[in-house]
C-alpha cells in the first residue's frame, strides 16, 4: 500500500463518548502463508483550542476522561474480537 493510500484509508468504525474516540482499523498481515485479517485501534481526544478556536487531537487525556475512554475502549475491543473471528472464516 502506497503512502497516500495509507495517509486516506478509513477506519471501519469509530466510538465516541464525548470527546475521546476509538477508531478501528483494518489490517491484512500474511501469517503462516496465508492472509489474516487484523484490527488495530487509535486512542485520541478530540479538544478545540480557546485561543484559535480550531479542533485537534491529543493522546493526552485527564481523569474525568477516563470513564469514557473505557466506555469507547470496551467497544473497540468488542467490535474487533467480533470481526476477526468472522474474518477468518471469509476468503480475502
Known amino acids: 500500500m502506497s503512502q497516500a493510500e495509507t495517509q486516506t484509508k478509513k477506519p471501519v468504525k ?9 477508531s478501528i ?3 491484512e498481515v500474511e501469517q503462516d502463508g496465508q492472509t489474516v485479517v487484523r484490527h488495530s485501534i ?17 493522546d493526552y487525556l485527564f481523569p474525568n476522561d477516563l470513564p469514557r475512554l473505557i466506555l469507547v475502549a470496551q467497544k473497540a475491543l468488542e467490535f474487533a474480537v467480533l470481526h476477526e473471528s468472522d474474518d477468518e472464516d471469509l476468503p480475502i
Not at 486512542?43 to 485537534?56: A, L, M, N, S, V
Request: no cysteine; proline share 0%; net charge positive.
Open 14 to 22: 469509530t466510538f465516541r463518548a464525548g470527546g475521546v474516540s476509538a
Open 25 to 27: 482499523w483494518r489490517n
Open 42 to 58: 487509535r486512542i485520541q481526544k478530540r479538544y478545540r483550542d480557546d485561543e484559535d478556536g480550531d479542533w485537534h487531537n491529543t
